[in-house]
């Protein structure tokens, strides 16, 4: 079975631009998590959908940073405008059951903002 | 609310040594706890996780943490560790409604 897909694994962008990261889930799996991780702040949940619709939202930084999933294997993670601080390692991880399970995570994205 | 507290950010021990990572927790209610390990440029991935029952738990590479009630604690633990055994380990605690990440504690196994 195919893990968790993400894309792209390394992004290097300038400060304002639009950048879109993208998540393939594991087939079956009805929860979807994303996670950002830095060494100052370490791992946080920035948000996350059960069975598409976006449950818990509150980690999102601000209205720059919006997330979408459309259908159960596929969902994005857009901010637009980028600004350096947020230059981190970005996660994507699904589940067949959330809090109980185990989570799967992707390989990660590494953002890099000018 | 709940909380995680990893006691040590670093670890360094040398090969064959004994290992212990400590984890603390806090809940008002009844929780499930987790540890993961997270290898250089790759995601988290699970190496056990306590529901219910016996409370000592084993997981994967050989390594196994004990529930502690009483104490609140999750503590990881290996008798003899390896160079690959090199990593970030998360300790992580979920009441149902959340799941919760402790800040990690690198390990480093030095030959």
């Known amino acids: 079975d195919a893990g968790v897909i993400q894309s792209p694994r390394h992004e290097v962008t300038e400060m304002g631009q639009e950048v879109t990261l993208r998540c393939k889930p594991i087939s079956g799996h009805n929860s979807l998590f994303w996670y950002r991780q830095t060494m100052m702040r370490g791992l946080e949940l920035l948000i996350y959908f059960n069975n598409n619709v976006p449950i818990d939202d509150s980690g999102m930084p601000e209205d720059r940073f919006s997330a979408k999933m459309p259908n159960a294997s596929f969902s994005t993670l857009k901010i637009q405008p980028s600004e350096p601080r947020d230059s981190a390692v970005y996660f994507c991880?699904?589940?067949?059951?959330?809090?109980?399970?185990?989570?799967?995570f992707g390989e990660g994205s590494r953002l890099t903002v000018l | 609310a709940q909380s995680v507290t990893q006691l040590d950010s670093q670890v360094p021990v040398f090969e064959e040594a004994p290992v212990e990572l400590r984890c603390n927790y806090s809940?008002?209610?009844?929780?499930?706890l987790f540890w993961y390990v997270q290898y250089p440029n790759q995601g988290l991935q699970l190496l056990l996780k306590?529901?219910?029952?016996?409370?000592l738990v084993k997981g994967i590479n050989g390594f196994e943490a004990e529930f502690n009630k009483s104490q609140t604690s999750f503590h990881l633990r290996k008798p003899s560790v390896h160079i690959s055994d090199t990593a970030e380990y998360f300790c992580?605690?979920?009441?149902?409604?959340?799941?919760?990440f402790g800040e990690g504690t690198q390990l480093t196994v030095n030959p």
């Open positions: 992580a605690v979920s009441d149902i409604t959340r799941l919760t």
């Open positions: 809940s008002s209610v009844s929780v499930y």
């Open positions: 306590y529901l219910s029952g016996s409370t």
């Open positions: 991880a699904s589940t067949r059951d959330h809090y109980t399970g185990e989570l799967f």
